[in-house]
């Protein structure tokens, strides 16, 4: 599985990405503006990302519009909904608005930080990633 991490937070990242490493190649980025150049850059090569985990408050661009952005060059590539990634939004702020505008903009799975692992392999499976 490739998976790409947008955390500006150094030890969510860090955490995220140790959790993550079992199940596949991880890229990090430190903001969404990053994220969104390496998910074009991916999308370039071919070299799709079966999972993004994107933090939702980050400098530069946060996690809903780098959401949006990466959503807009699925579709304009005309990306089989299959090879789309996996959105998972993570976030230390409990904001119910925010989580359902990230779930209008195509976001499949939703963590709270700091990460409690367990919840998030559930969130894995039932996205059928693991």
Do not use: W
Request: aromatic share 8%; charged share 30%.
């Amino acid at each position: 599985m490739r998976i790409l991490i947008a955390e500006d937070d150094y030890a969510s990242r860090k955490s995220i990405s140790r959790f993550l490493q079992k199940y596949g190649e991880v890229d990090i980025t430190v903001d969404g503006m990053e994220a969104v150049k390496a998910y074009r850059y991916a999308l370039e090569d071919e070299e799709y990302y079966d999972l993004v985990c994107l933090d939702i408050m980050m400098p530069q661009l946060d996690g809903i519009k780098a959401l949006q952005l990466i959503r807009g060059m699925e579709k304009e590539i005309g990306l089989p909904e299959e090879r789309c990634a996996k959105v998972i939004m993570t976030t230390a702020i409990n904001d119910a608005e925010q989580v359902h505008e990230a779930f209008n903009y195509g976001c499949e799975g939703y963590a709270a930080k700091p990460i409690d692992v367990e919840a998030f392999q559930k969130i894995l499976e039932k996205m059928g990633l693991v």
